[in-house]
Structures are given as structure tokens and as C-alpha cells.
């Protein structure tokens, strides 16, 4: 994308503020500037687990999941050292992570089919996405045992997926082929906007090639 939107979607308040103007589904959250957690209002506001992440950074990169108080202060302490605004999220239960790539083609917007990567972990990490080489990884790269194209979950939920994704697309500007991350719980059929990859790595070309593209 443009400089002004790529770099709109690399900070994880701003894009929030705009899925929230455009009545996108989001978790609850709160974020705070370096050095002003309250323990207490985060607790009183999230339930646990929560998700503590620096707000300007991406592919899972010093995000903790965390359980009670004493996890929650280490992990603070811990994407300080990274950002100097922290994002705290409210975690999904019966959380399945789903993927879903956009692009323009001859003018008009189309998505692939949505992907579920799987994991044995307690979610995705960039170690886990990217780095390791054992069976339980590459997901991001196209490890065929680890991701289900099209994904297991409702008809109407992946078309849910799709027209959000280009909604979000045109929303934001995003040019070329962005990758657009969402969480559905499972049990209660209820779908999140979790956040825009707007230069995947990989481009996403196995999902373009599952989807006929």
C-alpha cells in the first residue's frame, strides 16, 4: 500500500480505531503509554486470558498470552522494552485463528478461500510462523500438515471472512496483496477483525493457488 495506509496498519490503535468507526468487529481491549499500567483497571475492564502486545509490531513479535496478575506484569514489562504504547487484548475461548488474502483484479476486488493454520501451542508465534523447522511449523510458509484450505468452519462464516476483507481493503487503501487476520470462537459463532498484514512475507501464493489464482 501507499505510505500513509501501510503505515496506518502497522499501528495496531489506529487500525482498531477505524474497524471500530466502520462497525468491524474487535475483542475488547485497552492500551496504555510506557510506564502507566494500571494492573487493577485492565483487570476490571478485560477477563483472562489476555494478550499484552507492543502496538507497533507484527507477526506475533513479543506477544504474551497470559493467565493472572504476576503474567500480566511480566509481560507488560516485557513489550516496554519493545514499544512505547501497549496494547492488552481479551483473549477469544474457543479461539480458531483464520487467514483470508485480497487483491484488486481487473478493477474489480477478490479474496481467496479463508485458511486455518493450526498450531499445538497456545497460539501462533512468530517462531512457530516463520523460523522452525520441525513438523509443527512453517505455517506461514505453506507446511501442507499444518493449515486447512479451505478452512473447517461454516459456509456462511467464510463468506462473513471474505466480504469483510474486502471491505477492509477498500477501506484502507491497501493496494497489491495483503493478507487480513481474523478470530472466530467456535462455540459461540462469533467472529473478530484481528488485524491486516499488509505485506505478508510469502504474498500468501498458496492461497491464491488453492483459489484457482
Known amino acids: 500500500p501507499g505510505i500513509l495506509w501501510g503505515s496506518t496498519t502497522l499501528d495496531k490503535i489506529i487500525t482498531k480505531d477505524i474497524f471500530v468507526s466502520n462497525n468491524l468487529p474487535i475483542v ?10 494500571n494492573l487493577s483497571e485492565i483487570e476490571s ?7 499484552v502486545k507492543p502496538f507497533n509490531l507484527g507477526s506475533s513479535i513479543w506477544v504474551s498470552k497470559v ?27 474457543n479461539l480458531i485463528e483464520l487467514n483470508c488474502a485480497v487483491c484488486e483484479k481487473d478493477w474489480e476486488v477478490i479474496t481467496t478461500l ?16 516463520y523460523i522452525s523447522t520441525d513438523s509443527w511449523a512453517w505455517t506461514m510458509s505453506w507446511n501442507e500438515n499444518k493449515v486447512h484450505i479451505p478452512a473447517l ?8 471472512i471474505q466480504n469483510m476483507s474486502k471491505k477492509i481493503f477498500k477501506i484502507f487503501k491497501l ?24 505485506i505478508p512475507g510469502a504474498m500468501q501464493m498458496h492461497l491464491w493457488d488453492k483459489s484457482g489464482l
Do not use: C
Open 28 to 37: 475488547p481491549y485497552v492500551h496504555f503509554k510506557k510506564g502507566t499500567a
Open 45 to 51: 475492564k478485560l477477563n483472562y486470558p489476555m494478550f
Open 67 to 93: 493467565g493472572n496478575t504476576d503474567e500480566l506484569k511480566n509481560a507488560i514489562e516485557v513489550a516496554e522494552h519493545y514499544s512505547n504504547e501497549i496494547i492488552v487484548e481479551e483473549g477469544v475461548n
Open 114 to 129: 479463508v485458511e486455518q493454520p493450526t498450531t499445538n501451542a497456545n497460539f501462533l508465534s512468530f517462531e512457530e510462523k
Open 153 to 160: 468452519i461454516p459456509e456462511n462464516v467464510a463468506k462473513d
Open 175 to 198: 493496494g497489491w496483496a495483503p493478507r487480513i487476520d481474523y478470530l472466530y470462537d467456535e462455540k459461540n459463532d462469533k467472529l473478530y477483525v484481528n488485524e491486516i498484514n499488509p
